[in-house]
């Protein structure tokens, strides 16, 4: 992050800008909105400068720029056209320690000028740190179309209602469960339509309400690690959670998307390493739960495709715990379509089967031989580590060793990798390649479809019988 965004006050605060011509205007426009008591020097001004002055908004130097000038001065902005000018500014602002912006000058530029999306008191700010400034633009043009009006009106109500909600809910998860519950109620309607009384009248009966603490658990699937393949509903419950527990399959980016105060909870989950044993997670759900807390179980994958989801929902029930699943993109189906590779096709495979790579807790063998069929394909889900046995049983079943797999390393993600061979290759392309977690196994005649049909990330590598494998690019 190369800038930290700030909402600041400038109210009565002393700001110099250096240039009276268009581009000042438009950056003396947003300060004046905010408050600000401008100083303008410049040889010449612009009409609307001079407007100011007589109406007592702005005081006009005419002159040249003087580093005494910046006395006293919160921040300043230098909007000439000549560069010279420009760079005695931010060299005389910056040796003063000074937040200054030099305006179409990126690097000299403490602070920079976002777009603003103005429903006030709400403020959205968007900014590409001034290396795409039209960029930027385009985006807040899209997110006017999509913010209601009515977001003002309706800040401006429950604004006044924060210190009644304060005295009355204590402890800011009960209170932020509370707003919640008006942001879903008809108060949004009655503001949306004008009839602000109403809605005032409607927000006190919901405050006079006993308010529950009772708590939830949403068990979310968060995909395989590609953020903008996760669901809508999967967003909003991540916002909404008080508490966060997460699997180490849940990638980074995808956190980044958790309400930035939620409590966060790491409790493993990853081929090698259980950090935190499945009976005490569910009983971590069931203890925050029970004390007032919305839960998100976020998991990665969908939670009920090998995700033991349904044993932690079976936890809750004796507690009566509320509870909700969001289904998530399998890792099946995400990392085979981000390597081009069908999981079903007409002229290659006519079904398909999940399967994951561990035995069950009592050592028996999965049906082998329904998992060798032609014509079908298999994702192994967890399969490194039993890679080779599992192509020994395969082989021993009558799968053919020359029938084509994939193994897809951090599907969907941008480190995403796809090493590609044979059957009868698979346990040495898994050492050979040093394949790590999280990895897929894609075995069936669909693979060979990869060379054509791939389109994300690096270029699948081929694999030859008896020679190194080498990376097309």
């Not at 807390?293 to 990665?300: E, H, P, Y």
């Not at 398909?352 to 079908?376: I, L, Y």
């Not at 796809?418 to 898994?430: C, E, M």
């Not at 196994?441 to 990330?457: C, N, S």
């Amino acid at each position: 992050m190369q800038y930290l965004p700030l909402f600041v006050k400038l109210t009565d605060k002393p700001v110099l800008i250096v240039g009276g011509g268009s581009v000042a205007l438009r950056k003396a426009g947003t300060l004046l909105s905010a408050g600000a008591k401008l100083t303008v020097v410049a040889p010449e001004f612009a009409a609307e400068f001079v407007q100011w002055q007589q109406g007592g908004q702005a005081e006009l130097i005419k002159g040249y720029f003087e580093p005494a000038l910046l006395d006293g001065k919160l921040l300043v902005i230098a909007a000439t056209d000549h560069e010279d000018v420009n760079a005695a500014v931010y060299d005389a602002a910056t040796a003063r320690n000074m937040l200054v912006n030099t305006v179409d000058d990126q690097p000299k530029c403490g602070f920079i000028f976002p777009s603003i999306i103005d429903r006030s008191p709400i403020l959205i700010a968007i900014s590409s740190f001034g290396t795409a400034p039209v960029l930027a633009r385009r985006l807040r043009e899209k997110l006017e179309a999509l913010l209601p009006q009515h977001l003002g009106p309706l800040a401006e109500l429950v604004g006044r209602f924060r210190h009644k909600v304060k005295a009355k809910i204590s402890g800011f998860a009960a209170r932020r469960q509370f707003w919640e519950k008006v942001f879903d109620s008809d108060v949004v309607r009655d503001v949306q339509t004008n009839q602000l009384p109403q809605a005032e009248q409607r927000l006190l009966q919901l405050l006079d309400q006993p308010q529950q603490q009772a708590g939830e658990v949403y068990v979310v699937g968060a995909g395989p690690g590609d953020p903008e393949l996760l669901t809508l509903k999967a967003l909003q419950l991540m916002q909404q959670a008080d508490v966060v527990v997460y699997d180490y399959l849940v990638s980074a980016q995808i956190m980044e998307l958790v309400r930035r105060d939620a409590e966060r909870i790491c409790v493993g989950k990853k081929a090698g390493d259980h950090s935190v044993p499945q009976q005490d997670t569910n009983q971590l759900l069931i203890d925050l739960a029970l004390a007032g807390k919305k839960v998100c179980r976020l998991k990665g994958g969908d939670p009920f495709i090998f995700g033991r989801g349904g044993e932690e929902i079976q936890a809750l029930l004796p507690h009566k715990i509320a509870f909700q699943v969001v289904p998530g993109v399998t890792a099946a189906a995400g990392c085979a379509a981000y390597a081009g590779i069908p999981l079903t096709h007409r002229d290659h495979a006519q079904s398909v089967q999940f399967v994951t790579g561990h035995c069950r807790k009592d050592g028996t063998e999965p049906d082998w031989h329904s998992m060798s069929k032609a014509n079908q394909t298999l994702v192994i889900y967890m399969g490194l580590m039993k890679a080779g046995h599992i192509q020994q049983q395969l082989l021993a079943a009558g799968r053919s060793g020359s029938v084509p797999v994939a193994i897809i390393e951090n599907g969907t993600r941008p480190e995403q990798r796809i090493v590609s061979g044979t059957l009868a290759q698979l346990a040495d392309l898994v050492e050979q390649q040093h394949i790590s977690s999280p990895a897929l196994l894609v075995i069936g005649e669909v693979v060979a479809l990869q060379q054509d049909l791939h389109w994300f990330g690096q270029r699948p590598q081929a694999a030859v019988f008896g020679q190194t494998l080498t990376r097309m690019e």
